[in-house]
């Protein structure tokens, strides 16, 4: 080839990229995320981004861009995660102006009950338990996540329930 520095506009040279850095991308995304799904879709934002920018992010500095855009969506991903979790706790009901106000104090104090309960867990119960019945990851998806067997997630799992269902009877 005779330019030393091929421009990454050109579709050879970005393909060339591509294939080059796909899979160390796919992993630092699924390193960062614990999901297949949402990594793909990090390192799919992320090459169409480079490839938006092409023109001005240097040959020699595209890997550095690539793995930055990756992190930085990933970021972004989680702080949208959160905005939407807020919004959900001030406003879990649309017509909740509708409801009884008794119905709506009970409701209240259970939550702050529950929440309360939870904060009592253990650090690694109290972590199995939000991963698996909040954010909706299966058992093997937090061993994988918190580097431990799935027995021990599973007991973890288990002391919490059992815990829980002491407090407030069968959940």
């Known amino acids: 080839m005779p330019d030393k520095d091929p421009n990454l506009c050109q579709e050879k040279a970005f393909s060339s990229f591509y294939t080059e850095h796909l899979q160390a991308a796919s992993n630092f995304a ?8 949402s990594a793909l879709d ?3 934002e992320a090459f169409s981004k480079l490839w938006e920018n092409c023109a001005s992010v240097d040959v020699l500095k595209a890997k550095t861009y690539l793995f930055t855009s990756i992190n930085n969506l990933f970021l972004n991903t989680i702080r ?7 919004y959900a706790k001030e406003r879990p009901y649309l017509d909740r102006d509708n409801q009884d106000p008794e119905y709506l104090l009970r409701e209240e104090e259970f939550k702050s009950q529950l929440l309360k309960a939870i904060d009592e867990l253990s650090d690694a119960q109290k972590e199995v338990f939000l991963l698996n019945r909040i954010e909706g990851k299966k058992y093997r998806e937090i061993a994988e996540l918190l580097d431990v067997s799935q027995k021990t997630v599973e007991k973890h799992m288990s002391a919490a329930l059992k ?3 002491t407090k407030f009877g069968n959940i």
């Open 80 to 86: 949208h995660h959160k905005v939407v979790m807020n």
């Open 30 to 37: 699924f390193y960062k995320c614990g999901d297949s799904a």
């Open 163 to 165: 815990t829980l269902r």
């Open 42 to 44: 990090l390192v799919q």
